[in-house]
């Protein structure tokens, strides 16, 4: 594991940003939060590409930013990936990865392989195009390459996904997921995108306005009920990492504690670990186990926790066998149902909500 310290400040018109922090980075860690609330300047300001920027960054103890002065961006040893890609439109894939592994032999850091790098991100049969030629999928794999080879300590992504359709997304998804093991290089990836976060992070850090609002395991933040209107307001709900106990003709059945969820997977390996969001809004609740239904899912739970907000809307936290998982109901449905802190309930849940849009 690495640790990133950050005690930093940015001033700018409308906008003032000051995070203070101790991450503990590994595998992927999102940095998330709404559109404008500072996470692009974050990871600007831990690349060293904010000169505005004051206070301290230190990586793994090392020191990269100490009041207004710091090591340069090209000596952090830091993989960027920015949204566009960014390659040189002049050179052929195998020129741009070429031209990053010259970058990353500077100061004898050269650690992953070009070989290694193109089967990582499926990139031969690309390498002799030139990069306008490529869609928008193919650029942003071969940027992540390219970011790679310049043997980074930390990979930076910045919304890498956020200019690709859902065919192109989903891709792309499984070689972002992989990179930490392959590598071994911890990744702070910026996300507005919910389901980006399911499927891919371990941790996450909640931006909102310039400071930090959350920060913890996927599961502990989004579970947070205080926390809807910055983790997506009707979009809240859970991530719940369940194991898979059978496959059989796109159908997984996912061990939840003791209990079971059949869930449309197309590809599943059994003993596998899957990220499943379940939205609060597909969760009803019945105070007795419901018969002849279409929903197929349903879990017995505990209320945990009872959070009656300013609308007409009541926010529910359920433990299942340990697991957490949220659900909205409205404020009449729990006085009629007489439901408390406490009272054991079942959960019902539409299997469709289950699968995340970025796919399995």
């Known amino acids: ?31 998330f939060g709404p559109s404008g609330s500072g996470k692009t300047t974050l990871l600007r ?37 920015f949204q566009d890609g960014r390659l040189f439109s002049h050179l052929t ?3 741009n990865l070429e031209f990053a592994r010259r970058r990353g032999m500077i100061g004898a850091r050269a650690t992953i392989d070009l070989e290694e790098a193109i089967d990582a991100l499926d990139l031969r049969s690309l390498l002799e195009r030139r990069t306008p030629s490529l869609s928008g999928g193919e ?43 392959i590598f071994g290089v911890p990744v702070l990836y910026v996300t507005h995108n919910l389901d980006e976060v399911a499927r891919l992070a371990n ?9 930090i609002a959350a920060h913890g395991s996927v599961a502990e933040v989004f579970e947070r009920t205080d926390l809807g209107s910055l983790t997506g307001g009707l979009e809240a709900g859970v991530v719940l990492r369940a194991r898979v106990a059978a496959h059989d003709n796109g159908i997984a059945t996912l061990r939840v ?3 079971q969820l059949r869930v449309p997977m197309v590809t599943a390996d059994v003993g596998s670990i899957r990220p499943i969001r379940i939205h609060a809004r597909d969760v009803a609740i019945a105070t007795v186990r419901p018969e002849k239904l279409s929903i197929r899912n349903v879990l017995l739970g505990r209320i945990r926790l009872i959070d009656v907000g300013s609308n007409m809307n009541v926010e529910l936290l359920l433990d299942i066998d340990g697991e957490h998982l949220r659900a909205r109901i409205t404020r009449d449905a729990l006085e009629e149902l007489d439901l408390a802190v406490g009272r054991e309930v079942f959960a019902l849940i539409k299997s469709v909500a289950l699968e995340s849009s970025l796919g399995p």
């Open 139 to 181: 650029q942003q794999r071969v940027a992540i390459a390219r970011a790679l080879l310049r043997s980074p300590r930390l990979l930076l992504m910045d919304e890498p996904l956020s200019s690709l359709d859902i065919k192109r997304k989903r891709e792309i998804l499984p070689h972002i997921e992989a990179l930490p093991e």
């Open 45 to 81: 300001i831990i690349a060293g590409l904010e000169g505005d920027a004051s206070g301290t960054v230190a990586f793994d103890g090392e020191a990269w930013q100490s009041g207004e002065s710091g090591v340069p961006a090209h000596r952090r040893h830091i993989g960027y990936v």
């Open 203 to 211: 941790d996450v850090v909640l931006l909102a306005e310039g400071r």
């Open 1 to 31: 594991m690495n640790t990133l310290s950050l005690n930093v400040a940015l001033d700018r018109e409308g906008f003032s940003l000051r995070v203070a922090a101790e991450l503990t980075l590994a595998g992927i860690t999102a940095l």
């Open 257 to 259: 504690g003791t209990q």
């Open 93 to 95: 894939v195998a020129e």
